[in-house]
């Protein structure tokens, strides 16, 4: 077999992971979300319009990835994990897109939840779906003590040091210009506090050994700025039609970017040197990183 | 002494206890809440402003009150409980007086946060502080098993079949009528899960046995309801100046309430027979309970 030949069957074998772990997901989500039937409808419709309206779930992907570093034995609690980290990152989107945020209509290609239902039910859908995420850890089928440890990984990753406090910096920098490692703070705590706890929850759920987690903080940092790099670029470069939700609005809203900052060129050398720096990360990792390595390429070199 | 005496005497002790709890709770809370020096300061100043605002801080007296009926090793746990509780009862108050929610203007004799600050700044203080809830709890000096214990019994309360649901119910029921049943199940949820997870959660922390956790379980709940019939009737009764909070709003509302449904003086007569359920409930419980017992009444026949 080629070369060539050789690197298209990878890509499709890890395409063919990826769409088992996204429809293994949406059953997970489907069934862990509270149903639509049961009362107060409205806000669960809400949630589920919202959680299981599509999405590139790369942080559910990045958990099941994480968990194939340590023992099977922790393999059950990795959809708590993935459910929790999306539920999680779903809440914050639909607070983002609220009028008082970014006020945004377009989401995943439909209406956002606060067109779709109303404001008030978005803030509603997004606080529930916060309480969701500490739910589904509290009940995970895990050890106290490993439960305990990913609720406090979660809550750390969210708080006003994590992304809470990234939103704020956000918000306060629109029409003002920042440092370049201003902007690396704001957004390693804004996006990249929440991948690099996907990493290290998942790898915690399945007791993964000192080395792998050191191994894998590293990989988290770089892959979680990495994102927000490439994030910032198909900003520029995409139509909203392949991103599913408004282009070019960093711009129109005078935010700081990497592209702003720096230009296209740098902040893609930037991306690409920060997916050297995680797949780097992994060297001393055999095959069981093998996912992880390619999520990194995957979240750099994708282009919605 | 003469019986009239002794009363005061109690009156005077609990006054005493009260203020001793809710000065130590000021400071404790002062300590846990990020300074509003470190970044992002808008956004911690803003959970300052809503968490240090004063208020009766009934949850967490309830916690304390709860907590003496345990071991007095868990007692340094209680001060993370009573955080945890308070916290989210502030992030739900930001939240609810937001315009797209209740709209209002003034909370505790002040300014609403969105109305100090901005509605951004507001709903991402709510989030942060939902977030720092759990922080507080999962950093709690006591076993990883009764922190994974006390998350999830803050989760659940606050998810959507506790807190959450109830605001979603409440907001779908303005100009609607209800039945005396779908009222009462939208306070046991809307106030009454939190009420009673502080009890349960005081408890769990001081490793409390399983009947003194059955007899908290039927107090809280007895709390829980008496403490928003009792919110029903004092909007009607009290003056905005007296209650730190506009008066009379959930009738310029047209919001179904205990009062509205049921009239005052049949509301009054809940309340005070869920008052003596809640001490009947804690009948078999010693000295231990003096604080609960004490609560209870205060709760009751509050003026404000």
Not at 55 to 63: E, I, N
Not at 227 to 232: E, G, S, T
Not at 278 to 289: V, W
Request: proline share 3%; hydrophobic share 50%; aromatic share 4%.
């Amino acid at each position: 077999m080629r070369a060539g030949n050789a690197a298209a069957v990878e890509i499709d074998e890890f395409a063919a992971w990826m769409a088992r772990g996204l429809a293994h997901f949406e059953r997970a989500a489907d069934t862990a979300l509270p149903p639509a039937t049961r009362a107060p409808q409205r806000l669960h419709e809400a949630m589920r319009y919202a959680a299981l309206g599509g999405g590139k779930r790369v942080r559910p992907l990045l958990v099941y990835a994480a968990g194939e570093c340590g023992a099977r034995a922790g393999e059950a609690a990795l959809d708590s994990v993935a459910l929790a980290v999306e539920f999680v990152h779903v809440y914050s989107l639909i607070h983002d897109d609220l009028p008082c945020m970014d006020d945004d209509v377009l989401r995943r290609g439909r209406p956002t939840v606060h067109v779709a239902f109303d404001e008030a039910t978005a803030m509603l859908a997004g606080d529930a779906l916060q309480a969701e995420a500490f739910c589904v850890l509290a009940d995970a089928p895990v050890a106290a003590e490993t439960r305990a440890a990913l609720m406090r990984e979660l809550a750390h990753a969210v708080s006003t040091f994590g992304m809470c406090g990234g939103q704020a910096i956000d918000l306060a920098s629109v029409g003002r210009s920042l440092s370049a490692s201003e902007l690396e703070t704001m957004h390693r705590m804004k996006t990249g506090a929440l991948l690099l706890a996907c990493v290290k929850m998942g790898a915690l759920a399945v007791g993964a050994d000192a080395v792998a987690l050191a191994a894998l903080d590293r990989y988290g940092r770089a892959v979680g700025l990495a994102f927000q790099i490439v994030d910032d670029v198909l900003d520029v470069e995409a139509s909203s039609t392949s991103l599913g939700k408004t282009a070019g609005k960093d711009a129109l809203r005078d935010k700081p970017t990497y592209v702003s900052m720096l230009g296209l060129a740098a902040a893609n050398a930037r991306a690409e040197a920060l997916r050297k720096e995680a797949l780097d990360a992994l060297a001393q990792q055999g095959e069981e990183a093998l996912r992880l390595r390619q999520l990194a390429d995957f979240i750099v070199l994708r282009n919605c």
